[in-house]
Structure formats: structure tokens, C-alpha cells
């Protein structure tokens, strides 16, 4: 079956270090994204990605990076982890579709703890 | 002002009973709007979208009132499986594919 998948769950790491945050989808959806959720935040855009070497800011981009190689992967990377970068970072992907919307599918999530 | 925005309750209601979920938005320029559901530490999930005529499936009823920028969602004879947070979103035009979600109503549903 297809699906989308994140790695690590779970991750604590220390403030200052490089970390990335794997998301992998197996529908060959062209479309990517990353969100983060917070409490009393809905979920936030970080960045998105209409398809292989296309990469775009989202509203809370600041501190993240990404990159698409292929379709199926759109790893997260914060280049340097902030406190304020504890989170639940949710992947999601869609079909590219026409001018109506195409459900977003999300990944199942990793909690980050920065400390 | 947020984009998006839901009362976050939470709503505590028994078994089998109506409950209605309020949101607001502030960017008339919003195309779409959907409702999320989303269960403790997981995924959101798509319930299901939402017309200006209102649309219904099952026990749940969806309606957008563009003139006042207000959606609604009402839940019929509530289950205990209904319980989770329930996620207000909207797609504006010119961001396609990308949606801006409110911070989320939690319903609580007890025997």
C-alpha cells in the first residue's frame, strides 16, 4: 500500500547541532510539504515542494532548509536547532491537480525536543 | 489577528448528542475550506470539505457563509469514536494547494 512515512519519531538533540528530519511518500505524489504544530497554533507552513528540484518558503521558514531530489523525498534540515524549534514537524503530500485541491496525506509526525 | 480561527474548547457532550463547531476567517480572498479531524499525537486527517450550498455525510454536516467568513460543522448523535480535535482549514487563492489551518476545537464525547 502506498504511504508516507517520517523518521526518526522521536528525536532530542541539543541546541546549536544540524539536524534532518526524513519524510519519503510512495504515491509519486509531486506536491510536498512541512509542517510544524505547536500548542495553541494550528499547523504552520515551513516549506513546499510542487516537484524534483522545486523547493519554496512557507510562512514560518526561518532556520529550516530543504531539497527534492527525487519525487519521493523531501528531507527537513534545521541548520542550526533552536529551543524554539521544539515541535511536532508533520510531512504531507498531494497529488499535482488541476485547479481544485487534492487532499493532502500526512505523515504520522516527529516529535523534536531541543534542549 | 490569526487567519483561521476556531474556539478551542474543549466541548465535553454525552453520547448522542448535536454539537456545533464555529470557525472564522479573515482573508476573503480564501477559495476553499475544508474540515480536519485529528486524533490525540497523530496525523490530521481529511474529513471532508466544504461547499457554499452546506454538504452532509452522514452525521456530520458541513456549511461556508462567505458573506459573514464563517464555516460551520455539525456533529449528530455524537460517538465516543468521535472524540479528537477538529481542524478548521482554508485554502486561499493564489496558494495553490496550500492551506492555512486553525489551531483546532477538541470534542470530548462520554458515555
Known amino acids: 500500500d502506498a504511504e508516507i512515512t517520517q523518521s526518526p519519531r522521536h528525536k532530542i538533540t541539543e541546541t546549536g547541532r544540524q539536524v534532518t528530519l526524513a519524510c519519503h511518500q510512495t504515491?509519486?505524489?509531486?506536491?510536498m510539504f512541512w509542517y510544524r504544530q505547536d500548542l495553541g497554533h494550528g499547523l504552520r507552513l515551513i516549506h513546499y515542494?510542487?516537484?524534483?528540484?522545486?523547493?519554496n518558503k512557507g510562512e514560518v521558514s526561518d532556520g529550516y532548509s530543504v531539497s527534492r531530489s527525487n519525487t519521493e523525498d523531501l528531507p527537513l534540515t534545521l541548520e542550526s536547532a533552536a529551543s524554539s524549534q521544539t515541535s511536532v514537524y508533520f510531512c504531507?503530500?498531494?497529488?499535482?491537480?488541476?485547479?481544485?485541491?487534492?487532499?493532502?496525506?500526512f505523515g504520522p509526525g516527529t516529535r523534536l525536543t531541543v534542549l | 489577528r490569526k487567519e483561521v480561527e476556531q474556539d478551542p474548547g474543549p466541548f465535553n457532550v454525552p453520547e448522542g448528542a448535536t454539537v456545533a463547531f464555529n470557525c472564522t476567517y479573515s482573508?476573503?480572498?480564501?477559495?476553499?475550506f475544508f474540515w480536519y479531524r485529528q486524533d490525540c499525537r497523530k496525523e490530521p486527517k481529511l474529513l471532508m470539505s466544504?461547499?457554499?450550498s452546506g454538504n452532509e455525510d452522514g452525521r456530520f454536516t458541513a456549511q461556508l457563509n462567505r458573506a459573514s467568513q464563517y464555516i460551520s460543522l455539525l456533529i449528530r448523535d455524537s460517538k465516543l469514536s468521535d472524540s479528537a480535535t477538529y481542524l478548521c482549514?482554508?485554502?486561499?487563492?493564489?496558494?495553490?494547494?496550500?492551506?492555512?489551518f486553525g489551531a483546532g476545537t477538541r470534542l470530548a464525547v462520554h458515555p
Open positions: 515542494s510542487y516537484g524534483v528540484q522545486d523547493t
Open positions: 466544504v461547499y457554499s
Open positions: 482573508n476573503s480572498a480564501s477559495q476553499s
Open positions: 482549514v482554508a485554502m486561499f487563492s493564489g496558494g495553490y494547494n496550500k492551506l492555512i
Open positions: 504531507a503530500s498531494s497529488s499535482m491537480g488541476l485547479a481544485g485541491y487534492n487532499e493532502q496525506f
Open positions: 504515491w509519486n505524489h509531486n506536491n
